[in-house]
């Protein structure tokens, strides 16, 4: 080992090129824990949005859910007015069944 020799420029170059990659793994280190930190920040911040957003969808869905209520509640009032009036249409239908049956059993007796 004692006619081992280097060229100064090699071992210089060697050298600096450590310095280089020992410098570039802490840079890749720095960005990495800062981008972790931000996904985190992040995270957070979309779970908050998603309880803000799942808050103002319950309530417009309420709204909504009270608005068929009362448009079922109005459908079926009209309804209940539709077989009310259908009800006295069939009163009166069969009302006129026996006026017309009254009426003609007279004219064929009044004939004879």
Do not use: C, F
């Not at 840079?27 to 981008?35: E, F, K, N, P």
């Not at 007015?81 to 009044?110: F, P, V």
């Amino acid at each position: 080992m004692e006619n081992l020799k280097l060229p100064v420029a090699l071992v210089a170059a060697m050298g600096v090129q450590l310095a280089g990659g020992v410098w570039w793994v802490s840079q890749q280190a720095s960005t990495i824990s800062s981008l972790e930190e931000t996904v985190s920040q992040l995270g957070s911040r979309m779970a908050i949005e998603d309880n803000v957003n799942l808050k103002r969808d319950v309530k417009s869905n309420a709204a909504e859910i009270e608005d068929i209520w009362d448009d079922l509640s109005g459908m079926m009032m009209s309804i209940s007015q539709i077989n009310s009036i259908k009800q006295r249409i069939a009163l009166l239908e069969n009302d006129m069944k026996y006026i017309n049956r009254d009426h003609s059993g007279m004219m064929n007796t009044k004939g004879k």
